[in-house]
């Protein structure tokens, strides 16, 4: 079993950044890929970023590349989203999950953490 907690979310205006973490407990998440991914009330979950267990390879969704970067350390069970020049669409619950490497499964989800930005 893995935890994840996700910390960092809150309210910034409209250009401003953030950096979400994501914190694991129980198995080891250096065999996992991680991926963040947002959802807003009413609309389906949708896909943010992923890394490889690794950390070597990097997904994201074409409308944030440029906006968004993962990173991992796995030292540190931790996996983080730096977000830069936030805008209002951007404001959703985040939530991280941990998956197979393989595929584009994830086998363990966090609770959230909301975003706000603010115009």
């Known amino acids: 079993q893995v935890q994840l907690v996700e910390s960092g979310g809150g309210l910034v205006q409209a250009g401003g950044s953030l950096r979400l973490s994501c914190a694991a407990s129980?198995?080891?998440?250096?065999?996992?890929?991680m991926g963040w991914f947002r959802q807003v009330p009413g609309k389906e979950r949708e896909f943010v970023a992923r890394?490889?267990?690794?950390?070597?390879?990097?997904y994201y969704a074409d409308s944030l590349k440029g906006r968004f970067t993962i990173s991992r350390d796995n030292a540190k069970s931790t996996v983080w989203l730096q977000m830069i020049g936030l805008k209002p669409e951007d404001t959703a619950v985040y939530y991280c999950?941990?998956?197979?490497?393989?595929?584009?499964?994830?086998?363990?989800w966090g609770q959230g953490t909301q975003v706000t930005v603010s115009s």
């Open positions: 129980g198995r080891t998440i250096s065999n996992y890929a």
């Open positions: 999950a941990a998956g197979s490497n393989l595929n584009t499964r994830y086998d363990y």
């Open positions: 890394i490889s267990s690794s950390g070597g390879s990097t």
